[in-house]
């Protein structure tokens, strides 16, 4: 804290992780949220401190909330504009659909996407303001009042742009912050993770949004992360029967490490979906053998779509975005060769990696099959009859590989039949 405190000159600050699962305040930001070296960790986080009892000024997951508490929340005016600006992003980079994931209940509290959906999403959807398709995942800890809104409106917005129904929450933190929840201590710090969750009532919540025909999406990243919850899938499938094929499967998001093939098979038996991002890949490499070891390193272990895929469990990929970028090329580069555009390596996908082909499918098909609910179920990430009209116009073939996808640009989107992007400034945003 005594760095950060000599350049920020008695004004509160708190950087945050690219993450968003560790944070740095200084001494003010401190004091203004009331955090003394007797303030006891909040359920869900940690208060680091030095050996000597005083607080260092790093905060891990629910944390971070004591701090953010006592910062002034954007407007709901402030939102809608950056509902546009990210829009007009997205669409730049070919991006036709989203799953909007919500805010972390465990860094903001639960009413805070529901602000978001109401406020923003809502109000957008119903002026005909949406340009791409947006799926609201709301969180997991408010299921009954999700429920009572599928009642009463149903799964999706009748202008097709907006649905909802999938419940989001998480189990364990991330890697870079070693807080994801790991069986075994981390190679270099004396800890095997944390739970960001009641997970009692974590298991509880997920058999009865189970039970009601909804959507669960759970943050996992630690091989004991994936491991618990999906005894918490299977618990669900055994007291309230198989899930009616016509439902979107259960999701486990990223999923970024795993204890061995008896992991893959549980997933294939709970039948869940599992969304990578091959772009956390590109951050967390030069951090994951400093702390797993080169056992855990294994591409059979971390990151391992390959085995996912071999097994016949379905992948989509996102992006996490703005945790990482939002480009989907970039995405299926990092995907098949497990490395950046421009790094230096073999024109063969290492083993661990994708096929090019896979990747594409991830990004898209198989997306667009599984992740939306309501009225764009099934007839998106396809260029087909009866498919929403939902494409990009890219600059050359993405599946001839390698260095070619360097040059590989966005020219047009297209959302309904609509262009929504032009490269060239013709139609469009």
Same mark, same amino acid.
């Given at each position: 804290v005594s760095w950060i405190d000599q350049i920020t000159m008695g004004r509160p600050v708190l950087l945050v992780r690219y993450d968003l699962h560790c944070a740095l305040v200084n001494s003010e930001a401190l004091r203004l949220a009331g955090l003394t070296p007797e303030t006891p960790d909040p359920p869900g986080g940690v208060i680091e401190r030095d050996a000597d009892g005083s607080l260092t000024g790093l905060l891990k997951d629910s944390a971070i909330s004591l701090v953010n508490a006592v910062i002034p929340a954007p407007t709901d005016e402030e939102n809608r504009d950056a509902l546009d600006r990210a829009t007009e992003y997205l669409l730049a980079q070919g991006v036709t659909a989203v799953h909007d994931m919500g805010r972390a209940d465990f860094l903001e509290g639960p009413d805070a996407a529901w602000r978001d959906f109401e406020n923003v999403l809502l109000p957008a959807a119903n002026e005909g303001r949406l340009k791409m398709r947006v799926h609201s995942a709301l969180p997991l800890s408010t299921r009954v009042k999700v429920k009572g809104l599928v009642e009463a409106l149903g799964w999706s917005h009748p202008g097709g742009f907006l649905t909802w129904g999938t419940l989001k929450a998480f189990a364990d933190g991330s890697l870079g912050s070693r807080t994801a929840k790991m069986q075994e201590p981390y190679a270099d710090v004396p800890s095997t993770g944390i739970w960001v969750t009641n997970m009692t009532k974590l298991r509880e919540d997920i058999i009865a949004a189970d039970a009601n025909g909804m959507q669960v999406a759970v943050h996992a990243i630690g091989d004991e992360a994936v491991d618990e919850l999906l005894t918490y899938f299977s618990a669900a499938r055994s007291e309230n029967g198989p899930r009616d094929a016509s439902l979107p499967r259960h999701r486990i998001e990223h999923a970024q490490h795993i204890s061995g093939s008896e992991t893959v098979s549980n997933m294939l038996a709970a039948g869940v979906q599992v969304v990578t991002n091959p772009l956390h890949l590109l951050d967390d490499r030069w951090i994951i053998p400093h702390c797993l070891g080169s056992e855990?390193?294994? @591409?059979?272990?971390?990151?391992?779509?390959?085995?996912?895929?071999? !097994?016949?469990?379905?992948?989509?990929?996102?992006?996490?975005? @703005?945790?990482?970028?939002?480009?989907?090329?970039?995405?299926?580069? !990092?995907g098949v060769y497990r490395r950046a555009i421009g790094d230096t390596g073999s024109h063969e996908a290492p083993s661990g990696g994708m096929t090019l082909e896979q990747a594409l499918q991830a990004h898209t098909s198989r997306a667009g099959s599984e992740w939306f609910a309501g009225g764009s179920s099934g007839r998106s990430g396809r260029l087909a009859a009866g498919f929403l009209a939902d494409f990009v116009v890219l600059s050359d073939n993405p599946l001839k590989g390698h260095d070619s996808m360097a040059g590989v640009r966005v020219l047009q989107t297209f959302v309904g039949g609509q262009c929504v992007f032009n490269a060239s400034g013709g139609n469009g945003m």
């Open positions: 855990r390193s294994a @591409p059979t272990r971390a990151f391992p779509q390959e085995s996912f895929i071999k !097994a016949g469990i379905s992948i989509a990929c996102g992006s996490d975005w @703005p945790v990482v970028e939002a480009n989907a090329l970039l995405s299926m580069y !990092a």
